[in-house]
């Protein structure tokens, strides 16, 4: 069974994530970004996974425009087994639900959807207290 995925980073955590999946898959790892040129995205893989970052309160409740944009260039995913997985720092809210919303709007069913919670590097005042005055 072939398989892909794609994937958008900011940071490197979807990266990373979306890395360790295709290892573990024997997949194609795909760069979102170094496809969004073509007109549209046909593909002959019969899993297709689709890494990204949760961004806050955009257009798409969550999803980053890019992903947006990369789910209405898929051509023929109707028979395609899709999945998900977002990279979060804290939580992903209705990023999944929206993904899937738009994913059937193109014909398609989301088969499966994952948040990844990354570490919260974010640091309090007290926090910042405690690591320097221990």
Known sequence: MSTEIYYFSGTG???VTARNIAEKMNGKLISIPSVMDQESLKTN???IGIVFPVY???????????IGRFIRKLENIG?????AVCTSGYMSGETIENLSKLIQSRGAKLAAGFTVTMSNKILTKEKQYKMFNN
């Open 45 to 47: 893989a019969e899993v």
């Open 56 to 66: 806050y309160a955009t257009n798409d409740c969550g999803i980053p425009l890019i």
């Open 13 to 15: 955590n979807s990266l």
């Open 79 to 83: 028979s395609k087994y899709l999945f």
